[in-house]
């Protein structure tokens, strides 16, 4: 089984300015396809050659969990963007998110200072727990929270390859313009509402 890159649900310019074109062309068409390219190679004839990508991230380790979970990862980062989505969340997610953090804005900046704060490269993470309880959770490199029994919710990729076209250093200022062009109607769906 040949795990394929999803195409993206918009165009390549879709979420300029936060994001311009070249970085998603990059970002999409490059980094994504060698992980996906990089995964499909070290898979062929191994016990993970016709698993799914949860599965080979969950029981696999090194470069075959790593592919994985960048893979994945990517794919859960994209799906979540767009320019016309909902801005933020309403319902038992909102009611979730102010519980834990007070209010939507005190989660927005817990989150922006946890993804400015990740030191190399790295994922942060809004998962939820068995029990129904949000996290916020950094992860280096490819770490993926499934690996630890949570449910991914939303995304941040803070790997210098996902803003230094667009934003050099200036990480603080790619993390204020995702907050522009995440779609919570994507994160809601992804919530249980346990
Ligand atoms: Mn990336």
């Given at each position: 089984m040949k795990h394929l890159l999803p195409e993206l649900?918009?165009?390549?310019?879709?979420?300029?300015?936060?994001?311009s074109r070249t970085t998603i062309e990059f970002h999409h068409g490059k980094h994504h396809q060698a992980y996906v390219n990089n995964l499909n190679s070290l898979i062929e004839?191994?016990?993970?050659?016709?698993?799914s990508l949860e599965y080979i991230i969950c029981n696999a380790n090194g470069s075959i969990c790593n592919n994985a979970a960048q893979a994945w990862n990517h794919t859960f980062y994209f799906e979540a963007?767009?320019?016309?989505?909902?801005?933020k969340p309403t319902g038992r997610l909102a009611e979730t998110i102010i519980g834990k953090w007070g209010s939507f804005e005190g989660f927005v900046s817990e989150f922006s200072k946890s993804a400015s704060g990740l030191f190399g490269s790295g994922w942060t993470w809004l998962a939820e727990d068995a029990m129904g309880e949000l996290h916020i959770i950094n992860e280096q490199n490819?770490?993926?929270?499934l690996r630890n029994g949570y449910r991914p919710l939303l995304v941040i990729d803070?790997?210098?390859?996902?803003y230094y076209l667009d934003y050099q250093n200036r990480r603080a200022d790619y993390i204020k313009s995702f907050w522009e062009i995440l779609d919570w109607t994507v994160v809601e769906r992804r919530f249980s509402g346990k």
């Open positions: 649900g918009y165009n390549a310019d879709a979420l300029e300015p936060a994001i004839g191994t016990e993970y050659e016709e698993k963007l767009s320019k016309d989505g909902k801005r490819a770490g993926n929270p803070v790997w210098e390859h996902a």
